[in-house]
């Protein structure tokens, strides 16, 4: 079974509206991490946004903000106001505990269009 | 302020050549990771050290791939005898000290690999 993932293949957004993408996530376990990354074509990894499993609030960083539904196992990603610079891959990444340690699993992203 | 570095940035090679890669983390980070990205998924643990001892490897990092970090600085993946298969991006991200499920990772700009 996929541990994150990400249902929206391609996503297409109009310059300066908001746009949602998706994530879920398969754990059992009670303390997890979320973590949003953006990867733009010349391939760097960005963080944008983490969020605990017991944070009450949702995280928020300038326009990023994550929409964290424990109960449904979603961590929504929220960009407000979108540049054409946001285009680029997403991901959505889980760090969670298993035999051995620790890890961090990634989904398999989704790319964002922002359309002028 | 540097980030994580990477070099080279693209490696072309003939099957059953050998062929390295050096990632230099950011300076205070002690752990250090290494990823690989096939063209359409997020990123795969591969292996991570913490300082200079490699505390995990991967299934995927098979007899052919080795990785260092003889000072707890740089680090180091070698792939021995290249396949076709291991055409991709290599991935460095590196982190401080923090709660294990906290920990934030910061990545390069990867290494493409192309083996033909």
């Known amino acids: 079974a996929q541990k994150i993932t990400q249902t929206q293949p391609g996503m297409f957004v109009q310059e300066k509206e908001a746009v949602t993408l998706d994530c879920t996530y398969d754990t059992s376990d009670q303390s997890y991490g979320l973590f949003w990354y953006k990867q733009p074509s010349s391939g760097e990894m960005i963080f944008l946004i983490y969020?605990?499993?017991?944070?009450?609030q949702n995280a928020t960083e300038g326009r990023y903000s994550l929409n964290f539904q424990k109960a449904r196992k979603s961590a929504n990603l929220v960009i407000s106001a979108s540049q054409l610079g946001d285009s680029a891959m997403y991901f959505c990444?889980?760090?969670?505990?298993?035999?051995?340690?620790?890890?961090?699993?990634f989904g398999a992203g989704t790319r964002l269009f922002v359309k002028a | 302020d540097t980030g994580v570095s990477q070099d080279p940035r693209h490696k072309i090679t003939k099957r059953g050549q050998n062929v390295t890669f050096r990632c230099d983390p950011i300076s205070e980070h002690n752990r250090l990771y290494w990823y690989r990205q096939t063209l359409g998924q997020g990123p795969e643990f591969l292996t991570y050290?913490?300082?200079?001892?490699?505390?995990?490897k991967s299934r995927l990092l098979s007899d052919r791939f080795s990785a260092e970090r003889p000072k707890g600085s740089f680090s180091t993946l070698e792939i021995q005898r290249t396949e076709q298969g291991d055409s991709a991006m290599y991935l460095c991200?590196?982190?401080?000290?923090?709660?294990?499920?906290?920990?934030?990772?910061?990545f390069g700009p990867g290494t493409r690999l192309t083996v033909l």
């Open positions: 990444a889980m760090r969670e505990v298993y035999t051995g340690g620790f890890k961090t699993i």
């Open positions: 050290f913490q300082n200079e001892a490699q505390l995990e």
């Open positions: 991200a590196s982190s401080s000290p923090a709660g294990e499920i906290t920990d934030t990772q910061y």
């Open positions: 969020q605990g499993s017991y944070d009450e």
